[in-house]
């Protein structure tokens, strides 16, 4: 399973995530203790969002702890969003295309977690997107497949809810031609403005997701597993919910898949 961790508030050096904090994404790269796989070595990527609507990317295929070149990167910008990503292949080969985030137009994508069955579902999903999205296809990995049907789906205009058809319509897929049906999935994204996050899963093992407060001014990071040792900084945000960072602070929603089309609200505000 892979780690990763997102930014948005006031400008922050990427460091502060990446490289810094005693249990920083590096560290969990090499040791991570919230997650089945303790080692994330199929390496790494970084995405950021600066004067330009499109995010600056960043990827390489060495583990995250022996690349000099990140620690520099992230010592050296400053950004208000970013999202961090190390990766432990599940699907798909190791090299610089499957590495996390992806990004397409404004958006940017990182994912952790995996499709039961991927490589029989995946000629099917792969006809379901149109020319333009298939043409933006240059990896194999199951996330780049998901965030590209959520493009399809309407993700600039209803990112949560095309998220939510994205994973009904690989669930039903799977029930339809192997008869069962398993999806972890606990991803970030954004449009450059907003910062998005869901934890979900069809059984009870979602990928954890955490929230905590980062600097002075109301920023928030969303991690994988706590980047400290204070426990009381650090919020687990629970399976089956939905995170939005935007203007108005931090906000939780309720989550779960839709079918594509389907009229009924795919989100529902947490109390």
């Known amino acids: 399973m892979c780690r990763w961790a997102a930014y948005r508030g006031e400008p922050l050096f990427i460091e502060e995530l990446v490289s810094s904090p005693a249990h920083s994404l590096i560290e969990q790269s090499v040791c991570a203790t919230r997650a089945k796989t303790s080692t994330n070595a199929d390496g790494f990527g970084l995405a950021w969002y600066g004067d330009r609507p499109q995010p600056g990317r960043f990827r390489d295929v060495l583990p995250a702890w022996s690349d000099c070149n990140l620690k520099s990167i992230a010592h050296q910008i400053s950004t208000p969003l970013f999202l961090a990503h190390v990766r432990a292949a599940t699907h798909g080969a190791t090299r610089r295309d499957n590495c996390h985030p992806f990004v397409h137009d404004t958006w ?37 497949l998901m965030f590209l049907l959520a493009m399809q789906f309407g993700m600039k205009e209803r990112p949560l809810e095309a998220m939510a058809e994205v994973i009904g319509y690989v669930e039903k897929l799977s029930l339809d031609m192997i008869g069962s049906a398993r999806v972890r999935f606990t991803a970030a994204f954004s449009d450059g403005k907003s910062l998005y996050a869901v934890r979900y899963s069809t059984d009870a093992f979602a990928p954890t997701l955490y929230a905590g407060p980062m600097g002075l001014d109301g920023g928030y990071c969303l991690v994988s597993e ?23 602070g931090l906000n939780v929603a309720n989550f779960g898949p839709l079918q594509p089309d389907e009229t009924k609200p795919a989100l529902e505000m947490a109390v």
């Open 226 to 248: 706590p980047l400290t040792d204070d426990s009381e900084a650090w919020v687990e945000i629970p399976a089956g919910s939905a995170v939005i960072l935007s203007d108005d």
């Open 108 to 144: 940017s994508f990182m994912h952790n977690g995996q499709i039961d069955h991927f490589e029989r579902l995946r000629r099917t999903m792969e006809q379901r997107l149109d020319d333009a999205h298939f043409g933006a296809r240059y990896g194999s990995t199951d996330s780049e």
